[in-house]
């Protein structure tokens, strides 16, 4: 049954099209099935909490260097044309069930403390189908899809165990949650059991523990399953202190010199290291030959001070919580030894409900799937694996009815309709000088976005961005060289950037004989940038192994020029606005009014979508979920 609102959406779109001449037709998912795999791997999936599309150093940021999991980018498949929800539950909800939120109720907005509600009891979701093929299923980090009775929480939906916490935001140290000053309490347990001992320690050190743990301790004759969505980047308590990180991590970023994004910086930083340390426990536990491993953000960065945040998709516009390229589009990998075609970009269309049936499928377990109709996602091992033909042609980024707004991606073209966010659909560059937080939403809404800074000033932040590369903490750099030696000696990849010169090592005086990639062993104990300087050596014979990404090429957004009325020709309250993403991805040029039939098309498809959409399955705040009836934490109260 449908709502007053949903309604109203498709007359919305049903008087457009009465408005606009109509020639066209909207295309149709291709499918690719690929043959089952005889062997089960292992599957860790991570997820980063609001990480920007700028905040990695394979998308071509240099302010903050991310080197493990460039690594698993530049020797796995990098995702270019990967796109997740604007926003956290919806994600987690199409992560989980391979199923569109717009089908699932998870629409609109977010799980909020004490709203009782969450992801319907008849979805089955990832870990109960590989649970079927034999896998030992894990959870560490954050659930986000409703806890107001035990029955929708990990652990009866098909996970072993769950160490983190069931809302969505926390306290980094003391683990509290709160919705308000009247209503917070403890959010961290493993399984059932409320941890009130972890107080001071940094839950991303926590988490990675956890995982690192698990795998020692995991029997590596079956296949495991770890969902690993850390807490990381995401901005802590409202009232509490909003980014936050050890010392040690941010006195590594001095050379940021705005407070916030340096502080986000040692975030980043904390979370892959503790990417680093999952792959090395893989590795030394002799499971990494046989695992999947995914990365992939929930949602675009909160940029510019949305939430408290430092986050950045710059050049890309918008951010998290809208339906702008810098809200949808994810930063997304995967990286197997499993993968046939390894070391590419791929720009093949891919939407985050894809990776259900895409790891399932992967697992040997398409069989499980075969009766399933009701699934939004499409398998794309094949075509991971493969570099092989392309599994989608259409997604739809969502349908809100509440509020009254949408966008949906035919093939190159992307529509938006009614009430998209103009207020934070800007460009907004990285925070770097002191006084940025104060500034760069002002001048984003100019042409130039240092146009109203004096000459010196506008020089002095070129020679910023110019310079971070060369000043990456020493553990960085020596990190990268211990990855791409253990790469070019193992026998796991074939990919173009683990092919490196034995030549080089011999002459850094790298042994052969080494393949321990662990923190505890480095490859090269006794070699630092200096030693070698000492040592006689030019650093520019290094500079591809060193500080060019060891043969990783970042994969960067070319904007093209910017009109002059860029930020004023879209009013998709007035006429939906119409882009044209291969050669717009940064979304300058509203290309509707000349292009009417395609617009009348994609409407025509949003109709399709919204007349079998259900109704959001938001619920007001329960009063009785309040930690202070509690104990003060946060548990099921129904």
Request: glycine letters at 8%; charged letters at 20%; proline letters at 6%.
């Amino acid at each position: 049954m449908w709502d007053r609102n949903q309604r109203n959406f498709v007359s919305i779109c049903i008087l457009l099209l009465a408005n606009i001449v109509y020639s066209g037709d909207a295309s149709h998912h291709p499918r690719f099935q690929s043959d089952s795999t005889s062997q089960k791997p292992h599957i860790i999936l991570i997820v980063a909490d609001d990480l920007g599309y700028n905040d990695v150093s394979f998308h071509g940021s240099d302010q903050i260097p991310t080197p493990n999991i460039d690594f698993l980018g530049y020797n796995g498949v990098i995702l270019n044309n990967y796109y997740v929800s604007p926003i956290c539950t919806p994600t987690r909800s199409a992560l989980m069930t391979g199923r569109h939120p717009i089908h699932t109720g998870m629409e609109h907005k977010v799980i909020m403390g004490s709203m009782p509600y969450g992801l319907p009891l008849s979805e089955t979701i990832l870990p109960q189908y590989l649970n079927q093929l034999g896998y030992q299923s894990h959870i560490v980090g954050k659930w986000h899809l409703g806890m107001f009775k035990w029955e929708y929480t990990p652990l009866y939906r098909g996970f072993k165990s769950h160490m983190g916490h069931y809302q969505g935001r926390h306290d980094y140290y003391t683990h509290t949650y709160e919705t308000s000053l009247d209503e917070w309490g403890l959010d961290l347990r493993r399984k059932k059991e409320l941890l009130w001992n972890c107080t001071g320690q940094y839950s991303t050190t926590l988490f990675r523990d956890e995982a690192v743990r698990i795998i020692h301790e995991h029997n590596v004759s079956e296949p495991l399953f770890l969902y690993l969505p850390f807490q990381a980047v995401h901005s802590g308590n409202k009232n509490g202190v909003h980014l936050q990180a050890p010392k040690s991590y941010i006195d590594k970023f001095s050379y940021i010199e705005n407070a916030d994004r340096r502080t986000y910086a040692a975030m980043v930083s904390a979370l892959d290291d503790a990417v680093g340390d999952v792959y090395d426990m893989l590795n030394s536990r002799g499971m990494l030959a046989n695992s999947i491993i995914v990365f992939t953000t929930d949602n675009g960065g909160p940029a510019n001070g949305f939430d408290n945040n430092a986050a950045s998709n710059f050049p890309l516009r918008g951010l998290k919580d809208t339906l702008w390229e810098g809200g949808v589009r994810g930063v997304g990998l995967i990286h197997s030894p499993l993968i046939v075609r390894q070391g590419y970009v791929s720009n093949k269309m891919l939407h985050v409900c894809d990776w259900l049936p895409t790891l399932i499928s992967a697992a040997g377990g398409k069989h499980l799937l075969e009766n399933v109709t009701s699934l939004d996602g499409v398998d794309a091992w094949e075509m991971l694996s493969h570099d092989g033909e392309a599994v989608r042609s259409e997604m739809l980024h969502n349908i809100d009815p509440w509020v009254g707004k949408a966008a949906l991606r035919v093939g190159d073209y992307k529509l938006l309709v009614r009430a998209i966010k103009l207020n934070y659909g800007q460009w907004y560059p990285p925070y770097q000088m002191s006084g940025d937080k104060a500034n760069l939403h002002y001048l984003n809404f100019s042409d130039d976005v240092t146009s109203m800074e004096p000459v010196q000033m506008k020089g002095y932040r070129q020679k910023l961005s110019e310079s971070y590369r060369a000043m990456w903490p020493e553990s960085v750099k020596e990190r990268l060289v211990n990855l791409y030696s253990f790469a070019e000696r193992s026998d796991l990849y074939t990919g173009p950037y683990s092919q490196l010169s034995h030549e080089l090592y011999e002459d850094a005086g790298i042994s052969d004989q080494t393949k321990d990639v662990t923190h505890q062993k480095p490859i090269i104990s006794d070699l630092s940038f200096e030693s070698m300087k000492s040592k006689g050596h030019e650093l520019k014979k290094f500079g591809h192994l060193m500080l060019s990404f060891l043969g990783g090429t970042p994969v960067t957004v070319d904007c093209g020029p910017k009109p002059k009325n860029a930020s004023t020709n879209c009013n998709p309250m007035v006429y939906p606005c119409l882009y044209y993403i291969p050669s717009d991805p940064c979304e300058y040029n509203n290309i509707a009014k000349n292009n009417s039939e395609i617009v009348v098309m994609m409407l025509k498809r949003l109709s399709e979508y919204a007349a079998y959409m259900v109704p959001p399955a938001n619920k007001p705040y329960d009063p009785q979920g309040n930690p202070r009836f509690h104990d003060g934490a946060w548990v099921p109260w129904k």
